[in-house]
């Protein structure tokens, strides 16, 4: 993520697995207002590519699915706020989609 000026960033969004069947793209860019979460970034992705990227990475309740992971920064945000997690300057959002949750073991 870049800073694009003092009210807003921009999300280099990048996305693997079979999520790119529902969005029809490996990566895109999204200008946000300063102080947004992943939510809010999630949000306008869904806004963008409708119900099939909501209903590939959120379950009805809208918390990420079991074979999703959302890292930003390189980090899953399940290790942080969850999708409440802040996005700050220099970062970008990996989206992963998987056919099977993926655990340790």
Known sequence: MRE???????????????????????????????GSTVRDLVDVLCGRHGAALRD??????GTPGSSVML????????????LDTAIVDDGSLHVLLTTTAMSGG
């Open 4 to 34: 694009t000026g003092k009210n807003s960033v921009a999300v280099k969004v990048v996305y693997f697995g079979l999520v790119r069947n529902a969005v029809k793209k490996a990566e895109e860019t999204v200008e946000l207002p300063a």
């Open 56 to 61: 590939a990475i959120l379950t009805a309740d």
């Open 71 to 82: 890292l930003l920064d390189g980090t899953n945000i399940l290790r942080r706020s969850g």
